[in-house]
């Protein structure tokens, strides 16, 4: 039996959420229903559960889902590895300081890798979303910490008021999306005046030489293939033919064979994220990448300013800026 604290909670729970959450179907504010949240001006229902669900799964997503239902916490930072947190300050440039007692959106949290760093850097709200199945991981591994929310919902008409959050971030997806540049400007509204939003993808260059320039051509070359065919597929070939290429890959001279095939090894991660990563290079349905010229341009057209260009790994372009007070 809930205690009378416990349903207090959920109420006050409840109330922030809906000062938060509009229809994403006519714009309109909620109101509470049993198990779900209603629209009295349209009539639209959303279940609500551990996740709180405004679309049903996209085609051009589905990858990610089954990945992270697959993976759900390889990435999720461990006392052994904390790249997620690593990552999280690189490419954002987001301190404890900056989160701390905060509103905070993740755009495409998946599993949650990011969205648990933020969760314990005490964020008064830790709220992730993501248009795949993956919602299902994050709820699993962060669902039960009180100021963390998962939303399964598109980014092109996200189910959330303008200015509600202080810090709005997104790694390594808005390039999985039809266009990189469009769902960047459908996060910019939701940052309240003097907030902050980062975004990190794909570069166009990852690394200057001959090398790096074949590298990519082959794996552009190989998606032409590998994004075809079923996901399940390639979800075998990631789990059985990666551990087999990542024992070959020690083996002097022979070891290079194996960029003939569409496989991602990690010398300094443990065999799961090279699982886990040719599974996400290869199959993913959609993938742009792009220079911090363009880049800067989408921020300054949506009006940003103080916005760096942040440190990140290779291949990878991170840009932060402030919506004006």
Not at 168 to 183: D, N, Q
Not at 209 to 218: A, D, E, Q, T
Not at 251 to 274: D, G, I, M, T
């Amino acid at each position: 039996m809930l205690s009378r604290h416990d349903t207090a909670a959920g109420d006050d729970r409840s109330a922030a959420l809906l000062s938060i959450l509009r229809c994403p179907a006519c714009g309109g504010t909620l109101a509470a229903a049993p198990d779900a949240f209603a629209c009295p001006a349209c009539g639209k229902s959303y279940p609500r559960g551990g996740v709180i669900r405004f679309v049903d799964r996209s085609e051009y997503a589905a990858s990610f889902g089954l990945q992270w239902k697959t993976f759900p916490r390889v990435q999720v930072d461990s006392a052994q590895l904390a790249d997620s947190e690593r990552r999280l300050r690189r490419e954002t440039g987001l301190m404890p300081d900056d989160i701390r007692g905060k509103r905070v959106l993740e755009a495409g949290c998946g599993s949650g890798r990011f969205l648990d760093v933020v969760s314990r850097d005490g964020a008064a709200l830790a709220a992730g979303v993501d248009l795949s199945d993956a919602v299902d991981a994050a709820a699993d591994n962060l669902g039960a910490r009180s100021n963390v929310v998962i939303l399964q919902g598109d980014i092109f008409k996200l189910p959330l008021a303008p200015g509600s959050f202080d810090v709005v971030y997104s790694i390594g997806v808005l390039h999985h999306t039809p266009s990189c540049e469009r769902a960047f400007k459908s996060l910019v509204p939701l940052v309240r005046p003097g907030g902050t939003i980062a975004i990190s993808v794909y570069a166009a260059v990852v690394k200057p030489g001959v090398g790096w320039s074949l590298n990519m051509f082959r794996r552009r070359f190989l998606r032409i293939f590998t994004r075809r065919l079923p996901k399940r597929v390639m979800m075998w070939w990631s789990l059985y033919a990666v551990p087999v290429f990542w024992v070959i890959d020690k083996v002097p001279v022979v070891r290079y064979v194996r960029y003939l095939f569409p496989v991602l090894l990690y010398q300094n991660y443990p065999l799961s994220w090279s699982i886990l990563d040719t599974f996400d290079t290869y199959a993913t349905e959609l993938e742009s990448r792009h220079r911090p010229k363009e880049v800067f341009r989408w921020f300054r057209e949506m009006g940003l300013r103080d916005i760096d260009l942040l440190d990140s790994d290779d291949g990878w372009v991170s840009v932060r800026g402030r919506v004006p007070a």
